[in-house]
């Protein structure tokens, strides 16, 4: 079953915006910490930013006062909001989902394609 479903993605210029949103179905609900992560091509994943049930976030050094992750918990929606976008933000973004009382994010979706130009 899915269980988190990325949608936004595209191509844009460098300087530019992009939203990405995550929706989160009745099989990840028990998250305490939703995240995104990143995959570059010929790189780890990582981690981008996470925000958890109360509304703490968290963000990568790179994307600090770039990047703003929200949710809406009454519509299972979380968000990213990508401004000023650089060529190394290129990537695979990645919604995860870590259950309460998890180490690690057990809910993961397909990912969407994100991919800045100069």
């Known amino acids: 079953q899915e269980t988190l479903v990325e949608s936004g993605g595209g191509s844009v210029q460098a300087g530019g915006s992009l939203q990405l949103s995550c929706a989160v179905s009745?099989?990840?609900?028990?998250?305490?910490?939703l995240a995104w992560f990143r995959q570059a091509p010929g790189k780890e994943r990582e981690f981008v930013s996470s925000?958890?049930?109360?509304?703490?976030?968290n963000y990568t050094e790179s994307v600090q006062g770039r990047f703003t992750i929200s949710q809406d918990t009454t519509k299972n929606t979380l968000w990213l909001q990508m401004n000023s976008l650089k060529t190394d933000d290129t990537a695979v973004y990645y919604c995860?989902?870590?259950?309460?009382?998890?180490?690690?994010?057990?809910?993961w979706g397909q990912g969407t394609q994100v991919t800045v130009s100069p």
């Open positions: 009745k099989y990840a609900k028990n998250s305490c910490t």
């Open positions: 995860a989902g870590r259950p309460c009382g998890w180490n690690e994010f057990g809910y």
């Open positions: 925000i958890t049930r109360r509304g703490t976030t």
